[in-house]
């Protein structure tokens, strides 16, 4: 039986063991005079008897699935009398045996390769029967008895309570787990680069050439790896952005809360909420078609040397691009304050100038905050637009309008292709992204801090 099919009738039997729990509930209620008699809801028992039925089963599923390929494997390779040693040699024939059991076998055909592919096709089929016949088993079973315990004294809205407490804080774990798993896989990662190069180096070196020498009179092939060039960059773009996005997207969202009407804000919101749906790569093309020529030939008129490809022409297209961020969350967070704060300051005589300056903006600054953090994040984060608009050159630099790069572009770039992960060049990118979530790390420390700061005032 396939997967989808067995989800299926797991699902219908869970819809319809939920349903004979709360028949089963209604019926001993009405025996009793009436469902304030039983200990909960009926709908609480239903779910007690459907949680019974589907949980323990779908972790079971799960856990087959998760399984499943890694034992049946195992069992096929280790039927081969002759296989190789390495695991490369081992994944190759592996992957032959599949091929050859789906029929998409390109090459020689043997009697052991055929054999093989025979057993994984038994084993595949016994493997999905196996699976049917103990996941609804098990559903049957558990199903019977839920509904066996479900009487008028059990406490079923604690028991279901509990169980969806402990799915919660399993999905919760599972968000701390994978953030865990990203900064140690970063990490490990990490000291393997620092093994080859010198923090010291990467940290402060003015320099950044990440191909490695293959042999001693191989011309540009430096292996530099200062990170300074890349810092550089990214926070140039990433300044430009803001100085963009912010005051613009706050303007716009103080205004469509505070001064428009319904008419004009049910018009106008929608139409800037529309930036944020365009493809990074449509404003790519934009700044790299449009804007960057612009300035290019701006500078030129006013005696100045700009790049086709410079920093000032990302920041300002990626400053568009993140305005619908900054303006619908301050727009959000600006409805938010409480309208007895407006009218006191309105009563006290301010005008609605001054109540928008001193009342409403500080009492929404934590969300406005959250929002600013979103957007510094959304720009370091951005990499089409630098690509098609910066360019690739890790140059030095404090002018705008020359050509830069930033760390999302060069871990791209390092990890492009078929890559061994055993050379600097490679790992450098591991180590490039140990940064960002660092800073990131630090973002969020500082805006928690103001956001305390700011609502223990307003609270």
Sequence with gaps: MQTPTLLALLLLLVLAVYGTGFSRALGAARSLGGVRNLASL?????????????LPALLLLGAWIAFDDAV?????????????????????????????????????????????????????HNSSNLQAFLSLTLAVGLAAFALLRCSPKLCAREKVEKVLRAILVACACAAIFTTVGILLSVLFESLRFFQSVPV???????????????????????????????????????AIAMFVAVPVGLMAAIYLAEYASRRVR????????????????????????????????LATSVGLQASSESALA???VMGIMIIPFVSSLSDDVINAVPQSLRDGALGLGSTRSETVRKVVIPAALPGIVGGVLLAVSRAIGET???????????????????????????????????????????????ALGLMLFISTLVLNFIALHVVKKYREQYD
Excluded at 269 to 297: M, N, Q, S
């Design 42 to 54: 009926p709908s609480y028992y239903g779910l007690f008897a459907a949680l019974w039925c589907g």
């Design 72 to 124: 049946i494997r195992a069992m096929v390779l280790g039927s081969l009398p002759d296989k190789p040693d390495t695991p490369s040699g081992q994944n190759l024939l592996y992957a032959q045996i599949q091929n050859l059991s789906a029929g998409h076998l390109i090459g020689e055909k043997t009697p052991q390769l055929q054999s093989a592919a025979d057993y994984l096709n038994r084993l595949r």
């Design 200 to 238: 010291s180096e990467f940290l402060f070196g003015l320099h950044w050439s990440p191909q490695m020498a293959l042999r001693a009179d191989q011309v540009g092939s430096s292996g530099a790896f200062g990170a300074v060039p890349l810092f550089t960059g990214t926070l140039m773009v990433s």
């Design 266 to 297: 049910a018009l106008a919101k929608p139409i800037l909420e529309i930036l944020a749906g365009v493809p990074t790569v449509v404003y790519g093309f934009f700044a790299a078609l449009t804007v960057a020529p612009f300035i290019r030939d």
């Design 314 to 316: 990302a920041g300002l």
């Design 384 to 430: 089409m637009i630098v690509v098609m608009a910066a360019g690739l050159a890790a140059n030095l630099t404090a002018n705008p309008l020359e050509s830069v790069t930033t760390v999302t572009v060069q871990i791209v770039t390092l990890l492009v292709g078929d890559q061994e992960f055993d050379s600097p060049k490679t790992l450098a990118a591991f």
